[in-house]
């Protein structure tokens, strides 16, 4: 070990106000040690997220204690000492110590701080900051990611997620704060014992169908979110609502699932078994912070679950029918371009951002929807500005209940949608990577000898990167005659994640068999480009 790197470890250790974590660093190796003080973590998605670990690249007391100190400052250089803050957090490992060494750190520099008094659902702190008024909002949660992951995830007044300029001015003053150990911290008591009823009722508002006769399957996937989830259904009137047991009470470990997140693969297989067996009419499942929602269906070959795509056009479709006219709906360059013809069909408009739900709710005025693939929905932008998988199931529930009324499922509506607007067939490929620099390595290469031709079709390339406008970023888009494919880096995970999109024509109903097989033949192929870049 470097005689620089020494020093560095030293002063952590002595600057780190936890004995768990100082005990941890003098038990490690010197390639063990290098790995921890490589680099600090830094602002990703609206904050922090990785490992729960010791060292200024892990999530522990002293990186959080330092982050609290760090934005505490860029407030109050703005104004804003002493206005309010709130504080949340989910149930994995650390975030209860996490949630208070914010809450004290933040205390100590004169902030009205609500601590809430137990685990909640993310979107309850969205809903929390703007209902409240504060200035800011603190949730630690590391929503979706493995369980040896935790995080610190920023929200600003209005309840939206942290953006530039404002992160890299945070960042830079978290860099000059001193030592954790050295920085004041004052006890907290938890309040704000009534914000989650209040999150309750509006959404328990949100249904439209007078009709609730249907039976919910539903996971929490180890998390936070099913208390909440069946509280909100039932309170709306989804009497009928069966839970995977084994999965509903939260569960740090997340012992049922590789991965707790419901786009993986085999993370939702339990609540499609639950819904079979109880012959449900849809399943749900959500992430662990309840931030994100997914919904299955039965079909003809039996349960499956929808993608994000196709459960953000059923949403738009349904939300845009009692919308004022004008309204604005908003989705992602990597989400399915079916959104941009459906909106003005119905006399809405559309907006595309990056990635993120830090960009979706600053789409524009008159916002009534916003969606990204990654199965996030805010169906309230009013009340939470940021994605919402309570809310959405309520109004997924509500959709279903109509639908149903009528002798018809959420499938038939899909359909409906293809012989309208085309036959939208998407996919996501991601590239896990143990090393970072794979990925820039992934890119460079796409980058400097990118496609002339896709599944036979004659491509153009844009490069994000070279953009002058509000959606320059690190992606590039390949595109030809009805097929798309977008290649980005994952914002919070190791991955470099291609998004795929074939468009086929459909001249009626009973052209759609044809349409969706022409279109899959068409994926397999960008499929197989994108496994191999």
């Known amino acids: 070990m470097t005689e620089e790197l020494t020093e560095h470890v030293q002063r952590w250790i002595a600057g780190d106000p936890d004995a768990a974590t100082r005990d941890e660093l003098d038990g490690l190796s010197d390639a063990e040690l290098a790995d921890r003080f490589s680099g600090p973590l830094t602002f990703g998605t609206a904050g922090l997220r990785g490992p729960v670990r010791a060292g200024p690249n892990g999530m522990n007391v002293a990186v959080v204690v330092k982050t609290s100190a760090g934005i505490a400052a860029w407030l109050i250089e703005r104004g804003l000492g002493g ?11 650390g975030s209860e110590q996490f949630a208070f060494a914010a809450a004290e750190t ?6 009205s701080v609500i601590l809430l008094p137990r685990p909640l659902p993310t979107p309850v702190v969205a809903f929390a900051v703007r209902a409240l008024g504060a200035e800011l909002g603190v949730q630690i949660t590391a929503s979706h990611n493995p369980a040896a992951d935790n995080g610190y995830k920023v929200y600003l007044r209005g309840g939206s997620q942290l953006i530039p300029p404002a992160d890299t001015e945070i960042e830079a003053l978290i860099a000059v704060t001193g030592d954790a150990v050295d ?6 008591e938890p309040s704000g014992s009534d914000i989650a009823a209040r999150y309750l009722d509006s959404v328990v508002a949100l249904p439209r169908s007078e009709r609730r006769d249907i039976r919910i399957a539903l996971t929490a996937l180890h998390g936070v979110g099913g208390e909440l989830a069946t509280a909100a259904l039932r309170g709306a009137g989804f009497r009928d609502v069966r839970v995977v047991d084994e999965q509903f009470e939260p569960d740090p470990a997340f012992p049922t699932v590789a991965f707790p997140n419901p786009e993986e693969p085999g993370a939702a297989d339990a609540v499609l078994a639950l819904a079979a067996e109880i012959d449900a009419d849809i399943a749900i499942a959500l992430d662990p912070d309840a931030d994100r929602c997914a919904v299955g269906v039965p079909g003809p070959d039996g349960w499956r679950m929808l993608t994000g795509d196709e459960t953000g056009a059923l949403l738009a479709n349904y939300l845009l029918r009692d919308s004022p006219a004008d309204s604005l709906v908003a989705n992602t360059i990597v989400s399915s371009q079916l959104l941009s013809a459906l909106a003005p069909a119905r006399g809405a408009r559309y907006a595309r951002t990056l990635t993120g739900f830090k960009w979706l709710v600053r789409a524009g005025d008159g916002l009534v929807y916003a969606y990204e693939e990654a199965i996030g929905h805010c169906v309230d932008p009013n009340v939470v500005r940021d994605k919402d998988g309570i809310s959405a199931a309520v109004v ?9 009324q009528d002798r018809r499922t959420l499938l038939d509506v899909l359909d ?14 991601s590239r ?17 000898e990118p496609p002339t031709q896709l599944a036979g079709r004659e491509v153009t390339v844009l490069d994000y990167a070279e953009r002058e406008d509000e959606l320059r970023t690190d992606a590039v888009e390949i595109s030809g005659p009805g097929l798309r ?14 998004y795929l999109e074939v468009i086929e024509q ?22 197989t480009f994108a496994q191999l870049l």
């Open 83 to 93: 206005s309010t803050v709130v504080v949340g957090r989910d149930a994995r490992n």
């Open 106 to 111: 933040f205390s100590a520099q004169g902030f």
């Open 183 to 188: 920085v004041p911290r004052t006890i907290v």
């Open 396 to 404: 997924l529930a509500d959709l279903a209940a109509g639908l149903k």
């Open 416 to 429: 409906d949608l293809a012989v309208e607007f085309g036959v939208h067939l998407g996919a996501q490929v």
């Open 432 to 448: 896990r990577v143990q090393d970072l620099a794979e990925i820039s390595n992934m890119m460079h290469r796409l980058r400097s």
């Open 485 to 498: 494919v977008i290649v980005r880096p994952s914002g919070t995970e190791p991955k470099l994640k291609a």
């Open 506 to 527: 459909v001249d009626d109903r009973d052209g759609l068999t044809r349409a969706r097989t022409a279109a899959g033949d068409v994926l397999a192929e960008l499929t």
